[in-house]
């Protein structure tokens, strides 16, 4: 019994280990798309073209959860996905390159990269089930979406104090999607669960290109 207990065990590492490298490969992928996405789009006055990029992604993360079992195509779409989210943010990342260089969007890219990784080896180091803040995670990302539509009509919160809540409130998303991760997935694919990554990823790193440039992108 105890030898059947191990092997079991090995099994499931193996298995979780294999689901880690397959979701973070898939994620990894999705931020190149986008990151090449923004870089050869910065430069252009996107204009409705963009808010059609946002408005169509925004539909893709309905049908990506829509054609979960059918994992080649929801691929396709969060590939697709990934790409819109570049043209998006290409005008945003273009507007700090201009006031103040490359060297702060490298800086925040990096960040988030090392940030993610430590935030990881958080997860897999310690014995923390941080699924257990899903349900204040969740409360805090609505209330940081209604703050910032009021905002960005009143000017009522200052962008940084903004983007601070933000790192915050995805830093813990990260910690909760890698703990799920961990588990097994809790049900989720490994393209639900690197999605769910690439927009923390994605939101850590606007909030650090906010934090780091100081407001100074604006023309």
Known sequence: ????????????????????????????????????????MQGISLGIFGWVAFFIGFGLLFAINA?????????VLYYVFTFLQGIWIAPVIGSYVRAIGPGVVYQAAVTTGVGMLALAVIVYATGIDFRRFQGIAFIALLALVLVGIISAFTHWVH???????????????????????????????????????????????????QIFGGGRSRD
Do not use: C
């Open 159 to 209: 962008p940084t104090v903004y983007a601070w809540a933000t790192l915050a409130i995805f830093t813990l998303l990260v910690l909760i999607d890698f703990t799920r991760i961990k588990a097994g997935g809790d049900g989720y694919t490994p393209v639900q669960m690197a999605l769910q990554l690439y927009l923390d990823a994605i939101n850590i790193f606007l909030a650090l290109l």
């Open 1 to 40: 019994m105890a030898l059947s207990y191990q092997a079991a065990g090995r099994v499931h590492a193996a298995s979780t280990q294999s689901l880690l490298g397959q979701v973070l490969g898939i994620t990894g992928l999705g931020l190149l798309v986008t990151a090449l996405a923004a870089y050869f």
């Open 67 to 75: 054609v979960r079992e059918n994992e080649a195509l929801a691929l």
